[in-house]
């Protein structure tokens, strides 16, 4: 039981609802809570839900490059939903969206 | 010399369960003056950025140490954040502050700390001497 995300695989897609303010104190627990599922189902596509995050500074933006980087390790892609309007303008400002295997939706 | 209409001083211990408290003062002091949900969505990222910088490299992640923040409002709206410590300073402050600079010190970092300070709020300014500290000025002048 992990209070900072819920985790549900259906159908290749390993959805990550991420529950908590994403920054340096929590981005190690929730990388290794990730990384541990994206290696259990070996999905096809990692999607990282922002719905419920409130707060997200640039150690979201290392969390999501990271994940990008085990994507093309394990052949997943990710795909990026709910992002409020600063952390947009913040993966923006990253270049994060130009990577081949990530995905923002609107 | 403008005039300072309110101010506030905390001082932290650099623990990272600490930058979510820093945020959250500073916005909560920042508040008082009625900024747009962005402009405050900008500072707390400016400010939780400097205080993980902290955390994080001058102090090495000890868990030890002081973080140190002042928060100025003056009268025509600009608020000014310094937040600084007493730890190693920064031996090239101009290549530490170049996009996506980072030390790699085994953790995942972007190196994009002084990039979104810089670039969500309006001026910064840092001073570091090693083996003394740090100190980052950053300064926003909030819609009237």
Redesign the interface.
């Known amino acids: 039981m992990n209070e900072n995300l819920s985790l549900s695989y259906e159908a290749d897609v390993l959805r990550v609802s991420l529950l908590c303010?994403v920054?340096?104190?929590k981005?190690?627990q929730l990388?290794e809570a990730i990384d541990r599922a994206a290696f259990a189902y070996r999905p096809r596509v990692l999607q990282l839900d922002f719905t419920a995050v409130r707060?997200m500074?640039?150690?979201g933006?290392?969390?999501i490059?990271?994940r990008s980087a085990l994507g093309e390790d394990l052949g997943f892609c990710v795909v990026l939903s709910g992002l409020?309007?600063?952390a947009r303008?913040?993966l923006r400002?990253?270049g994060i969206e130009g990577r081949r295997n990530v995905t923002v939706r609107p | 010399m403008k005039r300072i209409e309110n101010e506030m001083k905390l001082r932290l211990v650099a623990k990272s369960e600490n930058e979510s408290v820093a945020r959250s003062a500073v916005s909560a002091f920042v508040a008082v003056l009625n900024p747009t949900v962005e402009e405050l969505g900008d500072i707390r990222l400016a400010v939780s950025e400097a205080v993980t910088n902290a955390i994080v490299h001058a102090y090495g992640g000890s868990g030890e140490g002081l973080v140190y923040i002042s928060v100025r409002l003056y009268a025509d709206r600009e608020i000014s954040v310094e937040i600084s410590d007493k730890g190693c300073g920064i031996e090239d402050v101009e290549r530490a502050r170049e996009p996506f600079f980072t030390t790699g010190d085994g953790e995942e970092r972007c190196g994009m700390g002084f990039l979104v300070m810089q670039s969500f709020m309006d001026s910064l300014s840092v001073r570091s001497k090693v083996g003394r500290g740090t100190a980052v000025l950053m300064r926003k002048k909030l819609t009237p």
């Open positions: 303010e920054d340096h104190h981005a190690r990388r707060f500074d640039s150690s933006v290392a969390l490059l990271g409020a309007p600063t303008r913040l400002l990253s």
